[in-house]
């Protein structure tokens, strides 16, 4: 199976997966009165909307560059990430104002233990799909599926923990039939809402990022250098390096200094050999090289990347 039809697979796993556990939340915490199982179901509900913009995200990023989009498709997965944070964001404010109006207002609760049962399931189904949404995510270096599958992660502490609250709940009605203990459903799911909260900010960061270019890590770029290194003495060093992601894509562009005599054909089938080790490491990167005779006159930018000059020369030329 090509990258593309696994990651297609999964995502309609996961909306398969969310459309049936948001129908037996929402039943099951109707007919209990829990607060925090259909907090829950908005949880799952949200995670749902998220799965359906992954897999329309996935299936149209997947689509080569055209006339009216030369980079590709690419960002289409990083609006899609952006898209579902928000999406958890709202879904955490509601189900803290349903959480407040629960504590002063409370609700007697009856048969919770079915409440027990979907949480487990819940908390069972999802750590299997999101395990196969971050592996499929990770191997096609998808943050619309890794966003999906992070959001499945929390599903799974988020339902362990109403559980949780549910069954000390039935516990302490069955052993202190007297105690009020009608508060801590509705303190178990403001501890979800928290969970998302946390959740979503670290999908925003990790998905606008890149909608912004921001530059890739620092040991992403090191491996430009590390590749021209090993062309010594053959390259003079390299300059103006620049790095984006779009979603899987990643770009580079840099300047390298080759000796002057150097002819056409033999600076580019350098250029190409160097491109193909940063695709061998990174397959879906686009890298442009721009070619330039050394000419041993050297601004700033290029001292920083040369690789032929010694340390009083690079001090020499600072200060001039």
């Avoid at 027990?116 to 189904?125: E, F, H, I, L, Q």
């Avoid at 060093?237 to 150097?262: A, D, I, N, W």
Wanted: aromatic share 6%; glycine share 6%; hydrophobic share 45%.
């Amino acid at each position: 199976m090509d990258k593309q039809k696994m990651k297609t697979s999964v995502a309609a796993l996961s909306v398969t997966s969310n459309s049936v556990l948001v129908a037996l939340k929402l039943v099951i915490g109707l007919s209990i009165g829990s607060v925090s199982v259909i907090s829950e179901a908005i949880h799952s509900g949200v995670d749902l909307v998220a799965a359906v913009i992954a897999m329309m995200a996935v299936r149209r990023s997947g689509k080569p560059a055209d006339g009216s989009h030369s980079y590709g498709h690419g960002k289409i997965e990083n609006i899609a990430g952006t898209v579902e944070a928000i999406l958890i964001f709202l879904a955490a404010a509601w189900i803290i104002y349903e959480s407040v109006r629960k504590i002063i207002s409370p609700e007697p609760m009856e048969d919770v233990g079915w409440g027990v049962a979907v949480m487990t399931g819940s908390a069972v189904a999802n750590f299997f799909v999101s395990r196969m949404l971050f592996k499929v995510g990770v191997k096609t270096d998808s943050i619309a599926l890794k966003a999906d599958g992070m959001h499945l992660r929390t599903d799974v502490y988020t339902s362990l923990g109403v559980m949780a609250g549910l069954l000390i709940y039935w516990l302490v009605k069955l052993l202190f039939p007297g105690t009020d203990i009608l508060w801590i459903d509705p303190v178990a799911a403001i501890l979800v809402a928290v969970l998302i909260i946390k959740a979503a900010y670290e999908l925003t960061r990790e998905s606008a990022k890149d909608l912004i270019d921001a530059r890739l890590p620092e040991e992403e770029e090191a491996l430009v250098e590390k590749y021209v290194r090993e062309r010594i003495p053959d390259v003079c060093g390299y300059h103006h390096l620049r790095t984006r992601k779009s979603g899987p894509y990643r770009f580079f562009e840099f300047h390298l200094m080759v000796p002057g005599g150097l002819s056409v054909k033999e600076s580019h089938d350098m250029g190409d050999s160097i491109v193909a080790k940063i695709k061998n490491h990174f397959p879906e990167a686009r890298v442009v090289i721009h070619v330039e005779p050394c000419e041993r006159v050297c601004d700033e930018d290029c001292v920083r990347g040369c690789f032929i000059l010694t340390e009083d020369q690079r001090e020499a030329i600072k200060r001039a």
